[in-house]
């Protein structure tokens, strides 16, 4: 399995920290020289040393997904750097959770713009280079809340709608050697689900209990369970493999 992805040059927005640092850990692991952006400037540059302290070759700069300019810069940046960009994981994301009744346009606006603005301008800028290279991998990171989530009609909304971009990228890119398919994370241990442990008011470690009880397999998802299926949709000999939506979440989600 090592060395899978080697000569390929993999780039993950929000590649910091949870679901985003796990991928990029295993892009790096299998071969893959691997470029990623970050608003975290201190998780940021911790990450990136970790990954150059073993030996990985990696590009990483501080950069918001919601500003085009930043995101083609990004891009560009890597792709001068390595020479190529073979595969793109559109991972940034946030949560400003609350019912409907107490959800600010604030709550809401931030939400759209990192998931679904941000995607679209990391695809709208790597696209060009994968186009004329004729071969390409789009990875969009959605969730389980997709289905539909209390507390959450925000990032439900936006996570759902990256579904719906998944499957048009792949339609319209298709021909040029490009497959674009969405992870769907179920309850995952990050950073992200400690602070909604924190919002609610529970100890993180009675959120993952309670979440547990509902999971099938009976265990709580780290970020490499994602990785894995991110790997799966940008390997080579996935190329059959488009505009699909798979459920990490340790059961069936419908």
Known sequence: MAGRFTGRVAFVTGGSRGIGKGIVERFAEEGA????????????????????????????KVANVVDADQVEGAIKEAYEAFGSLDILVNNAGVIRDNLLFKMTDSDWQTVMDVHLKGSFNAARAAQKYMVENKYGRIINISSTSALGNR???NY???????????????????????TANSVAPGFIETEMTMETAERIGVPFEQLIQHSVANIPVGRSGKPADIANAVVFFADEKSSFVSGQVIYVAGGPKN
């Not at 990450?47 to 990696?58: A, D, H």
């Not at 439900?156 to 490009?178: H, N, S, V």
């Open 151 to 153: 507390g959450q009609a």
């Open 33 to 60: 020289k691997v470029a990623f952006i970050d608003l975290n400037e201190e998780a940021l540059a911790e990450t990136t040393n970790e990954l150059r302290e073993k030996g990985y070759e990696v590009f990483s």
């Open 156 to 178: 439900a909304a936006a996570k759902a709608g990256l579904q719906g971009f998944t499957k048009t990228l792949a339609i319209e890119l298709g021909r040029y050697g490009i």
